[in-house]
Every structure is written in structure tokens, then in C-alpha cells.
């Protein structure tokens, strides 16, 4: 009787993970297309500002505001749906589920910051702002932010540990759902079937084990490299035009 009990009470909470496991990646695939709209205004903001169209340009600014509150809306959901799934255990009563998302949704709220990582505001008023001042302060900004800002990033390492390769050049990377960090995708395969279910994450320090169901291209790791791309190809221009300025300068003197 008891071990009857038992199987069914590990079949619930085994269906109820699963479930929580679907609605998780279901919200961060949303997760990543509001990402990929926000990076999309961006650069089509920075054009319009190119031809002065400075009205457009606010417009955008202001879609950009909603899509962050968007955003903000799906992170939470998604932190309280993983949360709802890791910790559910059935009971003699029924579940109230949609209680308990509520209830988590509110903790993640109340634990995060009131501005997110890597803002996406702050980085579209920053590309516009370059667009006819390259090199030069944002109004209220300090050189503390921009650095704060400039090395803020949802990516931990910036090569496979295994291959080598910039995390950029990937053909097929995955990251590890436990310690986050990012692998080429036979590589890493390879290198945890070596080691016979011992395998420890291979970047430096990191004590993580790695199983291979856990290492996977989740939905918005895509995402974050694109992003890792455009922030170099814009470093990469405005520190071109911050040369060719000063090398202007030196010539006038």
C-alpha cells in the first residue's frame, strides 16, 4: 500500500515537472523573441536617426519602453514557473496552482533589480545617442556606467574550454543547464562520455557535473550570442570613428 502511495505521489510531481518543464521553455522562447524585437528597434531606430528622423526615433523609444515591460512580465513568469516546478509536492488537498504562480511571480519580483541586466533602454538611447556623437558621454552618464554597461553580459565564457573556438563561431552551441556555461555541442558530448558520468564542467573552476540531457541549446541561448555579436560589431564602429576623430584632432593642432 505504502510503496503504491509512493509511486503515485512520484508520478505526480514527475508530471507536474514535465509540464512546468514545457511552459518554462514555451515562455523563454517569447522571452527571446521580445529580445530579438528589441535589438531589431534598435538598429532600425539608429537608421532613422541617421536621417534626423528624430520623431520616429521617439516613437520607437516608446515601443521599446513597453516591450521591456513585456519582458519583465514573461522573466518573472518563467522564474515562477521553474520554481513551481522544482519545488511541488502533491498533498491530501487540492493544488491551487494558480495561487502558487502568483505567489511566486510576486517573490521574483520582489528579489529583482529595478532595472534589468544589460538594459535594453540604456543600449538603444546609447546607439542612437552614437549616431552623431561617437565617443562622447551620454548626458548624466559617467565613464563607470558605460563600463558597468559594456561588460554586462547573460554569456559567461567567451570560448568553448574544449575547442577553443569564440563562442561566436559556434556551429553547434549549447550551454549547461546547471552552471551556464556554453560548449561546442560534440565537443562537450564528447568529452562527458570520457569520463564515464564523473564529468566536471571543463572551464576553469567551475565544479559543476555535467550530464548530457543537461547540456542543451536552450531558447534564448541563440539569442544572447546574437546579441554578444552586435555589441562587438558596435564597439568595434564607435571605437573606429573615436580613431579616426583623434587622429582628426591631432592634424587641426
Not at 52 to 78: P, R, W, Y
Not at 153 to 175: D, Q
Amino acid at each position: 500500500m505504502a510503496s503504491t502511495s509512493a509511486s503515485r505521489h512520484d508520478a505526480v510531481t514527475g508530471r507536474i515537472r514535465n509540464a512546468a518543464t514545457t511552459l518554462y521553455n514555451d515562455n523563454n522562447t517569447v522571452i527571446g523573441e521580445i529580445r530579438r524585437a528589441l535589438g531589431m528597434i534598435k538598429e532600425i531606430a539608429v537608421d532613422l536617426e541617421k536621417d534626423n528622423q528624430s520623431q520616429m526615433v521617439k516613437e520607437l523609444e516608446d515601443a521599446t519602453i513597453q516591450l521591456m515591460e513585456a519582458f519583465g512580465d514573461c522573466t518573472h513568469h518563467s522564474a515562477a514557473i521553474q520554481s513551481v516546478g522544482n519545488t511541488y509536492q502533491p498533498g491530501t488537498e487540492l493544488t491551487d496552482f494558480k495561487k502558487l504562480l502568483v505567489d511566486e511571480d510576486a517573490k521574483s519580483r520582489a528579489a529583482s533589480s529595478s532595472v534589468p541586466p544589460n538594459d535594453p533602454l540604456h543600449k538603444f538611447r546609447e546607439a542612437v545617442w552614437n549616431v552623431h556623437h561617437a565617443g562622447e558621454l551620454m548626458p548624466g552618464e559617467e565613464q563607470e556606467d558605460i563600463v558597468m554597461t559594456s561588460t554586462q553580459s547573460n554569456i559567461l565564457n567567451i570560448s568553448c574550454p574544449l575547442s577553443g573556438k569564440p563562442i561566436t563561431e559556434l556551429a553547434e552551441p549549447v550551454r549547461s543547464v546547471e552552471c551556464k556555461h556554453i560548449y561546442e555541442k560534440n565537443a562537450i558530448q564528447a568529452y562527458i562520455k570520457s569520463k564515464n558520468a564523473n564529468a566536471r564542467c571543463p572551464v576553469a573552476g567551475c565544479p559543476r557535473k555535467l550530464q548530457v540531457s543537461k547540456v542543451v541549446c536552450d531558447p534564448l541561448l541563440l539569442v544572447d550570442i546574437d546579441e554578444m555579436r552586435r555589441t562587438s560589431k558596435e564597439t568595434a564602429r564607435t571605437d573606429m570613428i573615436e580613431d579616426f576623430t583623434a587622429v582628426d584632432e591631432e592634424h587641426s593642432q
